[in-house]
């Protein structure tokens, strides 16, 4: 997807990242802790500037966000990069609305074509 100013993207299980967070929320598959999130990030395109973005965590159910941590994108055209953010305690309960919200930079140039994902590690209870 084209990432630009826009203030917040909102990432979930499949598409385009959207500014809605409800447009792209999953029904979390089971009830339990959260402990890491890796987060990948490819720029097929051009290379953002060196701006940090920020990544949450949204439980939509629980009206709940954690902030996991701050990365950027300058990794190169083509080049793959994963932020892991490790020694997480986030609960949630099988069937919770969740998204990843991605609280973009203010780029001095803009990253483009921007393919994306993340593996979100639980323990279950």
């Known amino acids: ?14 598409g ?7 447009d792209r929320d999953f ?3 089971l ?12 720029p097929t395109g051009l290379n953002g500037s060196a701006d940090a973005s ?3 965590f ?3 159910t629980q009206a709940t966000s954690t902030n996991l941590g701050t990365f950027n994108i300058t990794q ?5 990069r994963t932020n892991s953010f490790s020694g997480l305690s986030i609960a ?23 393919i994306g994902g993340a593996n979100i590690i639980t323990k279950r209870s």
């Open 1 to 14: 997807f084209p990432v630009t100013i826009t203030p917040t993207y909102y990432i979930g299980y499949t």
């Open 16 to 22: 385009v990242p959207r500014t809605t967070n409800t």
């Open 27 to 29: 029904p979390f598959p």
């Open 31 to 42: 009830t339990g802790i959260i402990t890491d999130i890796d987060f990948y990030h490819i």
């Open 54 to 56: 920020t990544l949450y």
């Open 58 to 60: 949204e439980n939509i």
């Open 76 to 80: 190169g055209a083509q080049i793959l």
């Open 92 to 114: 949630v309960t099988k069937g919770d609305s969740c998204v990843l919200r991605w609280d973009s930079a203010a780029w001095t140039t803009n990253p483009t074509n921007v």
